[in-house]
């Protein structure tokens, strides 16, 4: 087997670009909202703490086709109809979640947010439904192209998508606020989609579009989709609630906590790399030492990443976190949280790549009850947490459950590459 540390950092550095370009557009609209106006950003953390669920769900289905697209890395018009099966199943959660989406002002006067938040939403609940529904329509390209050894290519989408999205969030933001960072993303979903999909048909000279559905495949898909899927809704409700018991801190509080989140996203960007590119390489593993080995090396390239990240942050004396707002009061509760959020990200996003490992022994339901037990340890500290220590009561407590989802994680990849026929 070619070394894996190779193997994961030729596929990885394109999707790391990819995603650093997104991460890019997202923190655009994060400083442009902060210097607008702390209650826009306040009201964007709050749609996002929505969104952030809806979107896993949908991405957890489609990653659930991952190791069944792996296998067919020779034979690229079947890979791609296993994409079109997989679609059917993220369409039917993307409606669901565009439901969900348009009930975010109920959802956060409920969640006891500051008024003058929830005043400044407008029409981006709706903005937002919509980028759901052309996301689970047309996602998933990208995925078969890094199975298919081709990961180079998901560039040209992320670069068109990135550049419209920071195109019209400079355009839109100072005009019309919060509705122009959900323009934006809308925008942009719209030219990722349409530039990876015409790149994947292109290669395959196949329509990625759903066709007829092949229900056997759809279910088997689904075993493993569902899993990855609730895993991620577990994970990114919890975290909606703990930026609504951040909100519930103050203004001030609900800013420095979207800036932190924002941050966690860049520091991840490495490590979201290495856990795509690894698992389909661990789906095709002929044994349980080269699947291993291939997670350790994208555990260590995951936590490489954190680490420069971190000295990225620590190293400008808070200039980055300037960059964000000019708020005095929020730029001081961030900067005090940096040390926690690097321990979360590193944690958490070493997690990560094991996690994406099991997907690719089709093994999620490991990684759903690890989520289940830390997340839900989470829900229960996160307010006494908060009510006694403020926000760096609440990040330790994100800090606590993410050593123990990672431990979870680690121990069920472990058993389950001793019990499971790799090669087949």
Known sequence: MPSPHRTILRAAVPLFGTMSAGIVAQLVGTSLLGHQATAQLAAFTLAGAVLNPVTAAVAGGLRGAAPFVAVHRDRPAEAVAVLKDARWFALGLGAAGAGVMLAVPSIARAGGAPDEAVAELGRLPLLLALHVLLYAAGSGANGVLVALGRSRLVLWSGL???GTQVALSLALVPRM???GVGV??????????????GVL???TGSSPWPGRPRARLIVRMARVGVPMSATLVIKFTVMGGVAYT???TGVQGAAAHAILIALDGFLGLAAFAAAQAATPEIARAASPRDARRVSGAAVMVAAAGVLVGGLVLLLPGGAV??????DAAVLGLAGGLVPLLLAFSLVGNCGIVV?????GLRRSTWQLASAGTGYGLLALTMTPATEAGGLAGLWTAMVASAVLIGGMQVAGFRRATRSVGLAA
């Open 201 to 203: 048909s292109r290669l």
């Open 321 to 326: 976190l300037g960059a964000f707002t000019p």
């Open 160 to 162: 068109a998508g990135t």
């Open 355 to 359: 996690a994406y490992g099991l997907v």
């Open 184 to 197: 934006a993303l809308l925008g942009s979903t719209a030219v990722a989609v349409a530039v990876s999909n």
């Open 246 to 248: 951040a909100a519930r």
């Open 177 to 179: 606020g919060v509705q």
